[in-house]
């Protein structure tokens, strides 16, 4: 269970990072210092990859307060238990592939059994072009560990595969920098957040859409912090599609 210090240190993180400090505050890896500063969110627009306004759309204040509250639950969680990369319709393109090309800001060429060469990217976490796929990880918005702890150690095996395949809603899965992916981790936004500062309305509405699609629950320091967040993101909105039972 959360801590009432552990709340107040993730506010406290969040409110540094808003003001210009490292979000990445549980990353052991230094900074690098020849990065230039990204600017922070503006609430005049979405930020790139969000949602678009529609029928039916919340607010991120008012869709994080819809997430179920819940404690983390950790025991059991091995990353077999989600079975990865399946190629569900059989074209010939596994999950990872599936992402990369409907990702691809230029289209790569695509070989025997799917395999891609060229074409361009865009990381949302760090807004860096990248035009090797082979340097892109497919990352889950919610990480498979994350998922495993709000809700999914009761799932079916069936469930979990959907859940760590989800192809149903464009930003369940997205295709960013390895560095980045794997400096997240499988921490939540209390522990982790997006290099670049622009990025921050986009994934706190990406990272509540996941959690509301799957039926998923987030602990006190999680809403903590993204309601802090969601205070600069005024003009972001959530839509969501439940994933079928």
Not at 10 to 29: E, F, I, R, Y
Not at 44 to 62: E, F, I, V
Not at 103 to 129: F, V
Not at 176 to 204: F, H, I
Request: one cysteine or more; charged letters at 25%; proline letters at 7%.
């Amino acid at each position: 269970m959360k801590s009432r210090c552990l709340v107040q240190l993730a506010a406290a993180v969040l409110a540094a990072a808003l003001t210009g400090c490292n979000p990445q505050v549980a990353d052991d890896k230094p900074a690098d210092s020849n990065s230039s500063p990204t600017p922070a969110p503006s609430a005049a627009s979405p930020a790139p990859g969000g949602p678009a306004p529609g029928a039916g759309a919340l607010t991120l204040t008012d869709a994080i307060a819809v997430i179920p509250d819940g404690d983390e639950r950790r025991d059991g969680y091995e990353r077999d238990a989600f079975r990865l990369w399946i190629d569900e319709d059989d074209d010939g393109c596994q999950t990872r592939a599936e992402v990369l090309l409907q990702e691809a800001t230029t289209k790569p060429e695509q070989g025997e059994r799917c395999t891609l060469t060229g074409g361009a990217w865009m990381s949302y976490y760090d807004g860096i072009e990248v035009t090797d796929p082979k340097k892109l990880d497919i990352d889950h918005v919610v990480p498979l560990a994350e998922a495993w702890d709000s809700g999914a150690y009761h799932w079916t095996p069936e469930r979990r595969q959907a859940y760590a395949n989800d192809l149903g809603s464009a930003r369940s899965l997205v295709a960013v920098t390895a560095k980045s992916n794997r400096a997240k981790g499988d921490r939540d936004p209390a522990q982790w957040l997006p290099p670049a500062k622009s990025a921050y309305c986009s994934y706190g509405a990406d990272w509540t859409a996941a959690k509301l699609r799957w039926k998923l629950t987030a602990d006190r320091a999680e809403k903590t912090v993204l309601l802090d967040l969601a205070k600069a993101c005024t003009d972001t909105v959530v839509e969501f599609e439940e994933a079928a039972e």
